[in-house]
């Protein structure tokens, strides 16, 4: 009876090819039902619904027409002569017309479902799940920052890949060689930065933040405590300088940046090291700088094509921010997750913090016990009254390197400089040294007024009630506050 049904494709090839065709679409039906009724979100899953289950259906309606094709060759080589390349179809012949609806309709069914499988798997593939979880190990540091940061509900290819046919393309291709990548297991470690096919620019940032939207000044607080007894806590609040006058062409200020042009070149890959800028006035004019201590030769500038200072140049950890072990320390005392009133907690926090691990579960269990005996030997009888406080800052200390270090792929909270501010690394002061100057005598500001205004401080060699007017360092360090850049002291992570 099936071998009359199925006619020319009772063979074992077709048979294959229709099992394999039904059990596609099945899966894909079944398992798309679970992850809907379940709320499943798993990124392997996507890889099944989308890729592998389609991928069987597509292969089976492949081996139903080479089956086919087989069998009538066979066919003719056996002598049997009437065997048509195609089927004869009688549509007044009612078997037939039933067979060709069925037909049309079969294949209209499984091209809808593709249709719809490509869409979802598209769609898929810009998602976050895919982007960060499915390369688990090779994204965690990525991941885990964008997750705890101010971008985490914005999605990976919103700003890896955002609008236009050119960037798609792009990062599709690049896609594709980091999912080789991942398989072979050749994929360096830290990943480098910047990646050329998957680098935001100005474009995608301006998606959602338009520079005629970035106008007057920012308040910001910087909560610091010292790594003594008392965990002493200081403050210092600054407005920043974002811009005056942001909607005409003279806005001036923070982002000033971005509506001149501004060129650069950097010695290195990671643009730390910046010896020559070039500023193109709104009247075309060029004024050029150089590092005064070690300048580029006019041959070096003429070889290389500089790059148009943009969004990504200082605002470069927007969502992958990593926070030095001090900061962390800091925003957990603010925060009251951590006691501050345990004795040098900060201090023994960093010290146990800064030290190697080879993995993650090394690195919890040296915490623990690192806090703990601390505790019992130095200070034993505050070990049990304050025990729940002490076992909270374990756990605590804890999430702070799970947060900002990751062994496995060689990233720690310092691996890549953020260029926002100055603090542990250049940042600003990459340009805004004071020894960045022109032939004419014009220098870049290291002016602490430039970008920002103390607004107040509160610090132990501060009166309280004291109107203070221009930063204040907490120890004394005479001029190198002016004459060394305030990284090269905060570098280590002890501060
Ligand atoms: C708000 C925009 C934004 C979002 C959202 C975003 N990134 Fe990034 N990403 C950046 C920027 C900016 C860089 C640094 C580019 C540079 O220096 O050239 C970067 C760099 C990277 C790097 C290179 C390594 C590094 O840390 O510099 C990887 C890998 C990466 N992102 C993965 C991801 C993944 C995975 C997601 C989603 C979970 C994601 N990104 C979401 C903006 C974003
Ligand atoms: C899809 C929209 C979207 C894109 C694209 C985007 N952002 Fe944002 N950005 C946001 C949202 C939402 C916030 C959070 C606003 C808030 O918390 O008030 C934010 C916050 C920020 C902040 C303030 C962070 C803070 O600490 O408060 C900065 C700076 C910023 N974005 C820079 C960037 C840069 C640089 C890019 C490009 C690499 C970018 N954004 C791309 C939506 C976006
Ligand atoms: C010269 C360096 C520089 C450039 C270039 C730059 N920014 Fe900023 N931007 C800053 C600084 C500094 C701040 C304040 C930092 C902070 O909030 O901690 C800031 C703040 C912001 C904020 C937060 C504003 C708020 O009110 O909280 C957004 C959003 C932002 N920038 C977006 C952008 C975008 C988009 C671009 C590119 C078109 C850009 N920036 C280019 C330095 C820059
Ligand atoms: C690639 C070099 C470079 C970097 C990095 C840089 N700047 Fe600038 N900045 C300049 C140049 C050049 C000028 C213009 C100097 C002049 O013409 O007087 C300038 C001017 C300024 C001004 C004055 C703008 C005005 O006219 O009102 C401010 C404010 C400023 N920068 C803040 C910052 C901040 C904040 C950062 C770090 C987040 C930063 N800059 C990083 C090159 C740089
Ligand atoms: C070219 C611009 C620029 C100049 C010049 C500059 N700063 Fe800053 N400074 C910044 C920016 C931007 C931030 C904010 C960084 C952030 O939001 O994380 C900052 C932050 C700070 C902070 C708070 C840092 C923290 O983490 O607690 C202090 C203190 C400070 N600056 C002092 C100074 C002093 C003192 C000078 C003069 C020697 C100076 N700045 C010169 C741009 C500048
Ligand atoms: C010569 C080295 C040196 C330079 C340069 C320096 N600092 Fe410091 N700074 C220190 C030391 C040491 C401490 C720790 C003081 C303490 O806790 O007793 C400190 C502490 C601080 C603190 C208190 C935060 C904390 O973690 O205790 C701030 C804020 C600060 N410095 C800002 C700056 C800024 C801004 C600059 C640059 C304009 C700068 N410093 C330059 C050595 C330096």
Not at 11 to 40: Q, R
Not at 123 to 128: F, I, V
Not at 201 to 208: F, K, M, P, S, V
């Amino acid at each position: 009876m099936w071998r009359k049904i199925l006619g020319y494709s009772y063979n074992l090839i077709s048979l294959a090819g229709i099992l394999l065709a039904i059990a596609g679409v099945s899966l894909m039906v079944i398992f798309m039902a679970i992850g809907i009724i379940a709320g499943l979100e798993n990124p392997y899953l996507g890889i099944l619904i989308y890729f592998v289950f389609p991928g069987l259906l597509v292969l089976g309606l492949l081996l139903i027409p080479l089956g086919i094709l087989r069998t009538r060759k066979k066919m003719l080589r056996e002598g049997i002569t009437e065997v048509p390349l195609y089927p004869i179809l009688d549509l007044n012949v009612r078997k037939q017309r039933i067979k060709a609806i069925f037909f049309i309709f079969a294949t209209l069914f499984f091209l809808l479902l593709l249709a719809l499988a490509s869409i979802k798997g598209y769609d898929y593939t810009e998602s976050t799940e895919f982007c960060g979880e499915l390369c688990h190990t090779v994204m965690e540091p990525e991941y885990t920052a964008w997750s705890n940061s101010p971008h985490a509900r914005v999605r990976c290819a919103e700003c890896h890949i955002g609008p236009g046919a050119e960037w798609f393309v792009k990062a599709k291709l690049s896609g594709l060689k980091q999912v080789y990548r991942v398989l072979t297991n050749s994929y360096p470690t830290p990943i480098e930065t910047p990646i050329p096919n998957l680098r935001p620019a100005r474009d995608t940032c301006e998606g959602c933040h338009w520079p005629a939207k970035f106008y007057s000044g920012k308040a910001k607080s910087f909560f610091h405590y010292a790594s003594d007894e008392q965990n002493t806590p200081r403050e210092v609040n600054l407005l920043l300088n974002l811009g005056k006058a942001p909607k005409t062409p003279h806005a001036s200020g923070i982002h000033w940046h971005i509506s001149s042009e501004v060129f650069y070149l950097a010695r290195d890959a990671k643009r730390q090291d910046i010896p020559y800028i070039a500023v193109k006035g709104k009247d075309g004019t060029i004024t050029e700088y150089h590092d005064t201590d070690k300048p580029l030769s006019r041959k070096e500038i003429n070889e290389k094509a500089p790059r148009l200072m943009d969004c990504i140049d200082c605002h470069n950890r927007p969502t992958h921010i990593y926070h030095a072990p001090g900061k962390e320390m800091d925003e957990s005392f603010v925060s009251g997750t951590i006691d501050a009133s345990l004795p040098y907690i900060r201090k023994v926090a960093i010290e146990l913090l800064s030290q190697e691990y080879k993995t993650t579960a090394e690195a919890s269990s040296s915490i623990a016990a690192g806090i703990r005996d601390y505790y019992a030997k130095t200070y034993p009888a505050l070990s049990k009254t304050k025990a729940p406080a002490i076992e909270q800052a374990v756990t605590e200390v804890q999430k702070i390197y799970q947060k900002n270090y990751f062994p496995k792929m060689k990233v720690a909270w310092n691996t890549h400089a953020d260029n926002i501010g100055h603090f542990y690394f250049p940042g600003c002061f990459r340009c805004h040294d004071g020894k960045h100057r022109s032939s004419d005598g014009k220098v870049i500001s290291k002016d602490c007024n430039l970008c920002h205004e103390v607004l107040g401080q509160k610090q132990e060699n501060i009166k309280p009630g004291t109107k203070v007017t221009g930063f204040i360092h907490p120890i004394d360090i005479g001029d190198a506050l002016e004459t060394t850049g305030c990284y090269e002291c905060h570098q280590p992570a002890e501060m």
